[in-house]
């Protein structure tokens, strides 16, 4: 072990601004990616490997990637020029890390190996160098003792693909100082990465704490022959309203990758988090998931096929229960606060609402109980309950209300760029802003306080991110558990809450960026004007699933285009570019995505100088002179509650994120 310097004893403090140039150990799946966004933010980097092979199909993978982001518009073709030209392919460490501020390491997931390439570094990088591991389970404290910087030395686990990923945890080691947190928590912020600082260096850190034992009792949960996959996975999809279902889950991750964690964690946590013999089996047999192409599901014979309707209330009681437990243990260790917990959980693991959240809804108490009868039924330690759960449960929640009648939103933000502006920010960006009946009535709640307040002149209506606007409803959180009268008073919650823009005496802008579909589209149709970025894609899907709009996108888009365009947009489900939106007269002004931001609050601030009262009545005018519009509503969400009970609503739940094309039956 090296000899840790005294305190006191820094070699001097790296400023996030002094940071230009990037050492990125390793040219695999991360590695290769972590340096891809280091170059497209700016930064000059070096991709090292052990073999030139190796260095070399890193590079190819980091061209491939930045041509397609070019293909796509994401990116322009001098920016995919620039980025390449910024990366350095390398085999020799020394040549690699002389003039690096910053040391990424993302090596194999071996504490060993990483032991000894930490041994050499340390040898060879300039004294003030930061070195970040990008461990997604070793300890970091470990790690760092290999080396006489332990207090530059700390975690930066990013998510794969790191191109796409938004989290960054940045995990304090036992010796980390705070200006090097500080200092990484900048690089990531200057990747466009959202940074969680991990207080403590605990086996899982955040986001795989509470992922890795969720998976895990699935295994427990199928083989104590409780449920089958298919029902796990139904409750997981459908139920919890996940990404993924919890084995298919497990497939993507790679179950070695997930035993490895389970190992490492029950060396150092204890018998909680014993690996289930089903999981064991499953990579004993070489079924490490898509990578192998089997795993628990079969990846050359039709793949995944989670169904929408076999989904248990217990097993839902049993999955949350043990993630609300992760989360006390998190918080009796004070790991991370409990909204972090949730933000990291939701950038990093694709969640709809953090896992403290959804458990506080659910209810604690209750889920101490299914806890405890779990224990009791089982003698394991695997749900003995966390006395930072309990302390939760007796405290009314892990957010427990506090009478304050602004609480802060949870699914968007309301925010006053200027005296007589306001914006609404949909902030699920991870789940392209999809819209939850919660956000709904967030939704109207935020325009309540915009249309009380009376120094606010004019409203833009906008998305978190740079990938959609709004991609429309949950879908998913709607099919398997469809009620008629609960999807008619759905649609109907939807067109209210859209149409309080409608309602609004000032006028609303829209600022597009990304996509905007089904119930996205529908809450752009309401604002008066709309502004688009050249990346932006517009459409009314539905039909895809089976089903129609069911938030106004039958009558409202009629107002705008007229009847012939906006059937062709309802019942051909294509997407649309910005420029033939414009075309049809549902976009204002489209411009390059760097401009939107500002061309949209230019255009409010200059709404927001014309005349109150004659822009609250010509607002009026406007949705008086329709036809009868409520009435065309109505039977949009009659035919909204009809069709979400139907059987081809299930089907094009299922195909949704696939390749298969839904085979609809009328049913």
């Known amino acids: 072990m090296a000899t840790l310097k005294p305190a006191g004893a820094a070699f001097g403090h790296m400023e996030t601004e002094e940071i230009e140039r990037l050492a990125v150990l390793g040219a695999g799946t991360m590695g290769h990616g972590i340096a891809e966004v280091a170059a497209l933010a700016g930064y000059e980097v070096s991709l090292r490997d052990i073999e030139e092979e190796l260095v070399e199909e890193g590079y190819d993978e980091i061209e491939w990637s930045l041509r397609k982001l070019a ?74 003792e290999t080396t006489d910087r332990a207090e530059q030395f700390c975690g930066m686990h990013f998510f794969n693909p790191p191109v796409r990923m938004e989290l960054v945890e940045v995990i304090r ?24 600082r991990v207080r403590k ?24 022959d409780e449920a089958t996959i298919a029902e796990v996975d139904s409750t997981a999809k459908y139920g919890l309203n996940l990404p993924m279902g919890a084995f298919e889950l497990g497939d993507q991750v790679g179950n070695d990758v997930t035993l490895h964690v389970l190992r490492y964690m029950e060396s150092v946590l204890g018998a909680a988090y014993e690996p289930s013999p089903m999981l064991v089996r499953a990579v004993e047999n070489d079924k490490h998931g898509r990578k192998t192409g089997e795993g628990f599901y079969d990846y050359e014979d039709g793949g995944v096929d989670v169904p929408p309707d076999e989904g248990r209330d217990d097993v839902e009681a049993r999955l949350l229960a043990v993630m609300a437990n992760e989360v006390g243990k998190l918080q009796q ?26 458990a506080d809804d659910a209810g604690l108490a209750s889920l101490v109980e299914t806890l405890e009868a779990a224990h009791e039924a089982t003698g394991g330690a695997r749900y003995e309950v966390s006395e930072g ?18 609480v802060a939103f949870d699914t968007l933000r309301l ?85 309080r823009l409608e309602e609004l005496a000032v006028p609303v802008v829209a600022a597009v960026d990304g996509f905007a579909l089904g119930g996205g589209m529908e809450l752009a149709a309401c604002a008066d004007m709309r502004v688009a970025s050249e990346r932006s894609t517009f459409g009314q899907p539905e039909r895809d ?87 065309g509503l109505e039977v949009e969400a009659q035919a909204f509650g009809h069709v979400v009970t139907s059987e081809d609503f299930l089907e094009g739940v299922s195909k949704m994120g696939s390749d298969e094309e839904p085979e609809f039956e009328g049913k």
Not at 186 to 195: F, I, M, Q, R, V
Not at 397 to 402: N, V
Not at 443 to 457: I, T
């Open 415 to 499: 925010e006053y760029p200027s005296d007589r502006v306001a914006r609404v920010v949909l902030d699920r960006p991870h789940q392209l802003n999809t819209v939850t009946p919660e956000m709904l009535a967030e939704f109207e709640a935020a325009v309540d306080r915009v249309e009380a307040d009376d120094e606010v002149r004019a409203l833009v209506v906008a998305g978190e991110g740079d990938q959609a606007f709004s991609a429309g409803a949950d879908a998913a959180g709607m099919a398997g558990d469809a009620d008629a009268a609960q999807a008619v008073a759905l649609s109907r919650d939807g067109q209210a809450a859209w149409g």
């Open 201 to 224: 260096d605990e086996p899982g850190f955040v986001v795989n704490r509470v992922l890795v034992p969720l998976m895990n009792e699935a295994c427990w949960l199928v083989e104590a």
């Open 333 to 358: 260790k004070d790991i991370a606060p409990v909204e972090e917990v949730d933000r990291a959980v939701k950038l990093g693991g694709g969640f709809p609402d953090g896992p403290a959240r959804m």
């Open 545 to 631: 699933l089976g089903i129609l709009p069911g938030w106004g996108g039958t009558q409202r888009l009629t107002a705008i285009i007229g009847e012939g365009r906006a059937r062709e947009v309802v019942l051909t489900g294509d997407h649309y570019d910005p420029e033939t939106m414009a075309d049809y007269g549902f976009v204002n002004e489209v411009v390059p995505a760097e401009d939107l931001t500002e061309t949209a609050l230019d255009l409010a601030e200059d709404l927001a100088a014309g005349p109150p009262l004659a822009q609250e009545y010509i607002k009026r005018a406007f949705l008086a002179g329709r036809d009868d519009t409520e009435a």
């Open 389 to 406: 759960l309990r302390a939760a449960a007796a405290d009314g929640g892990f957010y427990p209300e506090d009478g304050d009648e602004e």
């Open 71 to 144: 293909e796509n518009d994401a990116i322009s073709e001098d920016d995919r020029e620039a980025a390449l030209e910024r990366i350095t392919p390398v085999v020799d460490l020394e040549t690699a890390v002389a003039d690096a501020d910053v040391v990424i390491e993302a090596i194999v997931e071996d504490m060993d190996i990483k032991k000894q390439v930490y041994g050499e570094l340390d040898e060879l990088a300039p004294e003030p160098t930061i070195f970040a591991s990008n461990t997604s389970s070793l300890s970091v404290t470990e790690l760092s």
């Open 173 to 196: 080691g036992g010796h980390t100082s705070d200006e090097t947190l500080d200092a990484v928590e900048g690089l990531a912020e200057s990747l466009a990465k959202t940074p969680v």
